[in-house]
Nanobody, 118 residues
Framework: VQLQASGGGLVQAGGSLRLSCAAS????????MAWYRQTPGKQRELVAD???????DYADSVKGRFTISRDNVENAVHLQMNSLVPVDTGVYYC?????????????WGQGTQVTVSS
């Protein structure tokens, strides 16, 4: 499964962005899809996750502001980010974990830069 992330950009604090991650094949069989964030000098951290059943999980810092969703028609996962603050700045990567006949696999998208100015 190949992943193509888009939607990053520069936004002022308080603004919104919507990230999208398009998969190269149907996501209906992809167990986990998620967004991670990385800033210089820090490890990549989980921002939001959504399972094949629609269960979601969010980092404490984004709860109530970000919403992750799956679109089985577009074969994409979206991250709606509202009330952005400067600490949300970073490179956002989409992630997919899925099962094939020979085991579990995980892929990353190429990353999209989000910059929130104060």
């Amino acid at each position: 499964v190949q992943l193509q992330a888009s939607g990053g950009g520069l936004v002022q604090a308080g603004g919104s962005l919507r990230l999208s991650c398009a998969a190269s094949e149907s996501i209906s069989n992809i167990y986990d899809m998620a967004w991670y964030r990385q800033t210089p000098g820090k490890q990549r951290e989980l921002v939001a996750d959504i399972t094949i059943g629609g269960a979601t999980d969010y980092a404490d810092s984004v709860k109530g502001r970000f919403t992750i969703s799956r679109d089985n028609v577009e074969n994409a996962v979206h991250l709606q980010m509202n009330s952005l603050v400067p600490v949300d700045t970073g490179v956002y990567y989409c992630y997919a974990r899925y099962q094939r006949a020979h085991g579990w696999y995980a892929n990353w998208g190429q990353g999209t830069q989000v910059t929130v100015s104060s």
